[in-house]
């Protein structure tokens, strides 16, 4: 379940997405997985305010 992935844990895979590619490419592409992970779970669509938070955190860290 979705439960299964807490905030710790999704903060921690889009850090080593950060890590491995571009800012812009490594919120592209978590973006994109993680729409397809929720999918896989059962939720139906990614609520557009999590995306808006996450590229806001990418282009925080990326400010660091």
């Avoid at 379940?1 to 844990?9: G, I, K, S, Y």
């Amino acid at each position: 379940t979705l439960e299964d992935f807490p905030h710790r844990e999704h903060v921690h895979v889009a850090w080593l997405y950060l890590l491995r590619d571009t800012p812009l490419r490594a919120i592209e592409r978590f973006c994109v997985d993680l729409r397809r992970f929720a999918l896989a779970k059962g939720k139906q669509t990614h609520d557009k305010r999590e995306a808006s938070k996450e590229r806001d955190w990418a282009r925080e860290k990326q400010r660091v």
